[in-house]
């Protein structure tokens, strides 16, 4: 909010770069220096930065070709300031949330989780076993419609919600597994090789969901399971930059369809900054999402009023919200405005969307559900695995996701993942205290 003041009225693109950067320096310090390790809260910020100032960057920087769905095109001037000093705001409430809700983990270690909640290798195969045919029969649908129509194969496929729901199973079990062996050599075997498969599954063209998972993923596995040595700084920088390329390469190539061909003279002609600037370019798209979202509500749009979060809400029964068409409208709310119709979602463009500017207290409750995940992941990254923070990790991926993307992408995913690993879990624990029952020795018909 300082550096609203301080830089005015962002007239521009250079002043808008700077004092986005600048601010978030400024938060990720105060994050930095909080009593407590806040680093999926860093994250979250860094990724809101790069969804929604991506291409201001690179305006900024004059490398105007690199642009994808150019915000400039979606509203005026003086819309893309309003919207971008709505960024800043969001900006500051959530890590005001962030801060304001964090807990410090308490002293001493507790031996798990117990009740009906809890964590095991058999809950976990259970999600890997009951997961994988979904998994399987979406990614394998995708990587054909890629090698038949490139990324328009892909982007038409007509999955129903309940099965890429259940598909998301195998990928929570695999995020569980990581949680239980991730200290042990199998840990290091397993994170390897889902990275791999995610990079597979990005050249199909879709690269927002693996990034996402594996931004996760890697948080959980280098900043709570495994000590930064030296030797794994070096392997995560280099990582990190493959897979930049990866992420890149694979965006340029999607439309044409993925080939080694292609890819060969993709890496042969690729630099770095090339790489960087295409990524922001690209990711930072969100922003045109909330300018077109300030452009076009209350004047071509009513405001939403929550509707889309009910219509979230309501997904999680099929085919529901297509009965009301009112909410099956707000769930896309950007397909009804006319020449928007390759816009994707943004946190931010549905905030305002639904309220104005009252909106903003969305950031802030989001900062607070942040600082829920960061409180688990402190307290079991000290204390072992456990639900509490594999809830937590589940949840950081689709916060993720809903920073450029829509609030009823993951409702459905979420809430059938909670009910159906409840419900395995007190079987499991059920099977398991019966088991012991019948295995108790025995001395005149009753159990010692």
């Known amino acids: 909010m300082v550096v609203i003041a301080v830089v005015g009225t962002f007239d521009g693109y250079g002043a808008m770069c700077a004092a986005s950067v600048l601010q978030l320096a400024f938060l990720v310090a105060i994050l930095a220096f909080s009593p407590c390790r806040q680093l999926f809260a860093v994250l979250f910020l860094a990724a809101n930065w790069i969804f929604h100032c991506g291409q201001i960057a690179c305006v900024a920087a004059g490398y105007n070709d690199v642009l994808n769905l150019d915000f400039r095109m979606y509203g005026s001037a003086a819309t893309v300031a309003e919207a971008f000093s709505f960024y800043l705001y969001s900006q500051s409430l959530l890590t005001m949330g962030a801060v304001l809700f964090q807990a410090r983990p308490p002293k001493g270690a507790s031996r798990g989780v117990k009740g009906p909640w809890e964590v095991s290798e058999k809950l976990a195969w259970v999600l890997v076993v009951v997961g994988l045919p979904f998994w399987l029969y979406v990614n394998l649908a995708k990587l054909s419609g890629a090698a038949a129509e490139g990324y328009r194969g892909v982007y038409s496929l007509v999955i129903p919600a309940p099965i890429q729901a259940a598909s998301f199973f195998f990928e929570a079990g695999l995020l569980m597994f990581l949680l239980l062996v ?125 509707s889309t979060y ?128 019948a295995d108790s020795p025995r001395i005149g018909g009753h159990a010692r």
């Open 182 to 306: 991730g200290k042990e050599r199998r840990g290091a075997f397993l994170f390897w090789a889902v990275v791999a498969v995610k990079v597979v599954l990005m050249s199909t063209g879709g690269r927002q969901d693996p990034v996402c998972f594996l931004a996760v993923w890697c948080l959980v596995y280098f900043g709570y399971l495994r000590k930064l040595s030296p030797s794994r700084v070096v392997v995560f920088g280099v990582s990190t930059v493959f897979l930049l390329f990866a992420i890149d390469a694979f965006g340029e190539l999607r439309n044409d369809g993925f080939s080694f061909d292609a890819l060969a003279n993709y890496l042969a002609n690729a630099s770095f900054f090339d790489v960087f600037w295409d990524s922001l370019g690209e990711f930072g798209s969100a922003f045109s999402t909330l300018v077109v979202s300030m452009a076009s509500v209350p004047s071509i749009l009513p405001f939403g009023m929550g």
């Open 310 to 437: 009910v219509a979230g809400i309501l997904s999680v029964i099929p085919m529901l919200v297509n009965r009301f068409a009112g909410l099956k409208a707000s769930t896309l709310f950007t397909t009804v405005i006319p020449g928007t119709t390759f816009l994707g979602g943004s946190m931010l463009g549905e905030f305002y969307y639904n309220f104005g500017w009252f909106g903003l207290v969305g950031p802030f409750l989001v900062g607070c559900v942040l600082a829920w995940c960061q409180n688990r992941l402190n307290l079991v990254g000290r204390e072992g695995a456990g639900l509490g923070m594999w809830l937590a990790a589940v949840l950081a991926i689709f916060l993720l996701l809903f920073v450029r993307g829509y609030f009823t992408d993951a409702a459905m995913k979420f809430v059938y993942l909670c009910v159906f690993a409840w419900a395995a879990s007190g079987l499991l624990r059920r099977f398991d205290d019966r088991k012991a029952g």
